[in-house]
């Protein structure tokens, strides 16, 4: 059973993509229809989680947030009733939320997780954070790159108004199996090695001709 406000926040949001920003959605056949995932996206803007979410519409996704976006308020209610999991980016060793990410894995669903860490100032790819490399090693399952395009344009880092005149795109990558991330022989850079070869997923993800 879906959370009911979960599912309402992201059919309004797959409906501003497609009519305000003409969103197109490259791939959805990569969508594990069953089972556990991670899914890996770019992160360019504050658009990029909700974005995600109208593009994995077969799936109900649990993403992982910055504490600090849950502000006292309207901020705090909503995004504690649509799966957002809060990470404190101050403590690198965040036990709660790793265990919850792992909880819901555990649970079939499908975990957001942006690679590198936070939002790109100046709409190129930042460095690769090992967290991914952790939660992908430590459970195992399929990750699946995404790439995005346009958010940047639309709504950058310090601006409070979107940009209509622009548009998006969103490539769902085909899933990258444990064999592949998780395949190096360096144990100690075990994590930062597989996170690096991820995010190079992504980066070869280009919009279809």
Same mark, same amino acid.
């Given at each position: 059973?879906?959370?009911?406000?979960? $599912?309402?926040?992201?059919?309004?949001?797959? $409906?501003?993509?497609?009519?305000?920003?003409?969103?197109?959605?490259?791939?959805?056949?990569?969508?594990?229809?069953?089972?556990?995932?991670? !899914?890996a996206?770019?992160? $360019?803007?504050?658009?990029?989680?909700p974005?995600?979410? *109208?593009?994995?519409?077969?799936?109900?996704?649990?993403?992982?947030?910055?504490?600090?976006?849950?502000?006292?308020?309207?901020?705090?209610?909503?995004?504690?009733?649509?799966?957002?999991?809060?990470?404190?980016?101050?403590?690198? *060793?965040?036990?709660?939320?790793?265990?919850?990410?792992? *909880?819901?894995?555990?649970?079939?669903?499908?975990? !957001?997780?942006?690679?590198?860490?936070?939002?790109?100032?100046?709409?190129?790819?930042?460095? *690769?954070?090992?967290?991914?490399?952790? $939660?992908?090693?430590?459970?195992?399952?399929?990750?699946?790159?995404?790439?995005?395009?346009?958010?940047?344009?639309?709504?950058?880092?310090?601006?409070?108004?979107?940009?209509?005149?622009?548009?998006?795109?969103?490539?769902?990558?085909?899933?990258?199996?444990?064999?592949?991330?998780?395949?190096?022989?360096?144990?100690?850079?075990?994590?930062?090695?597989?996170?690096?070869?991820?995010?190079?997923?992504?980066?070869n993800?280009?919009?279809?001709?």
């Amino acid at each position: 059973m879906w959370n009911p406000y979960y $599912l309402t926040t992201v059919l309004f949001c797959k $409906l501003c993509f497609r009519e305000l920003f003409n969103g197109k959605i490259y791939g959805q056949e990569n969508i594990p229809l069953a089972g556990p995932f991670i !899914v890996a996206p770019n992160h $360019l803007s504050h658009l990029d989680p909700p974005f995600v979410s *109208a593009a994995f519409l077969k799936r109900e996704l649990i993403f992982l947030g910055r504490k600090t976006l849950f502000k006292p308020g309207f901020w705090n209610i909503l995004l504690s009733h649509i799966n957002v999991i809060p990470v404190d980016r101050e403590n690198t *060793a965040d036990i709660s939320a790793i265990k919850k990410a792992l *909880a819901f894995l555990r649970d079939n669903f499908g975990v !957001v997780i942006f690679p590198e860490g936070t939002r790109s100032l100046d709409g190129h790819f930042g460095k *690769a954070q090992s967290g991914i490399g952790f $939660l992908a090693c430590k459970t195992q399952v399929p990750v699946i790159p995404v790439r995005i395009f346009g958010t940047y344009e639309i709504l950058k880092k310090n601006r409070t108004m979107p940009d209509i005149r622009q548009s998006a795109q969103i490539i769902i990558g085909k899933p990258i199996l444990p064999s592949e991330y998780d395949g190096f022989q360096d144990q100690k850079e075990r994590y930062h090695l597989s996170a690096n070869y991820i995010l190079d997923q992504i980066k070869n993800l280009s919009i279809p001709l």
